[in-house]
């Protein structure tokens, strides 16, 4: 029986424990949404935090203790969200999330009410963020910074090209990412040196297998995290889109 059945008082009052397991039993699909939008700001608040930590070097140096206590009470005050947020993604985390299933014209059967595929077909070349909202939508391509523009038909193949671009760069950091807990999920890893208990993993350079039975925005955050580690801005990451179905799923 579904939690908000049990509460019978009117006005009574969910607390945020009874909110999550609601939307985990009803609506599961937009439980793993929100937490992969977590994850992301999760992610730019990190980024964040760095940043002031690079202010509060500064200010020490220049001996700007005005500045000091500002960036240490903005310091302590984020993290207080952080440490909230964590808790929250915790919380909505749902064994095994979307496995993404490609499209019918990349090979799956087309049947007589098949829709119209190509009705959702959108310009290739306008760019798009990581710091967007990619479920339902299909890739096609991508570029870091002014690298050549790199076509792909689904997420799973631009994580794995990502991943393999990367590993040519700093090899050493990329297999380290497997005991970086940072670069993997709570309940399993998106990198390891053994595949068992990996639904779908892909070797990259012989040396490290990347888990690609993830959605789309979970790879959107997992790049965010692979270019920060490299020392990339996810602002010099481009994406394209060869297509967008939301409407088809409203």
């Known amino acids: 029986m579904s939690v908000y059945k049990n509460q019978n008082r009117a006005g009574e009052k969910l607390n945020m424990k009874d909110v999550i397991k609601m939307l985990k039993e009803e609506l599961p699909n937009n ?61 909505l985390e749902i064994e095994d999330p979307i496995e993404n299933i490609e499209d019918v014209e990349h090979g799956g059967k087309k049947t007589v009410n098949s829709p119209d595929y190509s009705v959702y077909y959108v310009d290739t070349n306008i760019e798009h963020t ?37 590993i040519t760069v700093d090899e050493n950091k990329f297999v380290s990412f497997e005991h970086n807990p940072k670069m993997n999920g709570k309940k399993r890893k998106y990198f390891s040196k053994n595949d068992k208990g990996m639904k779908k993993p892909k070797s990259i350079g012989d040396k490290i297998f990347i888990e690609t039975n993830i959605s789309a925005n979970s790879i959107r955050n997992l790049v965010v995290k692979l270019l920060k580690e490299y020392g990339y801005k996810s602002s010099e990451f481009k994406v394209y889109l060869r297509a967008d179905y939301t409407e088809m799923h409203r």
């Open 31 to 91: 439980t793993i949404d929100i937490s992969e939008s977590l994850e992301l700001l999760k992610e730019t608040i990190n980024e964040t935090m760095d940043n002031i930590s690079t202010e509060l070097g500064l200010a020490c140096s220049k001996r700007d203790f005005t500045r000091v206590k500002l960036f240490t009470k903005l310091g302590e005050e984020i993290n207080q969200y952080e440490q909230k947020l964590e808790q929250i993604i915790g919380l």
């Open 130 to 166: 990581l710091y967007e909202n990619f479920t339902h939508k299909r890739p096609y391509g991508f570029q870091i910074g002014n690298q050549e523009k790199i076509k792909v038909k689904t997420w799973q193949e631009m994580l794995i090209k990502i991943c393999e671009i990367l």
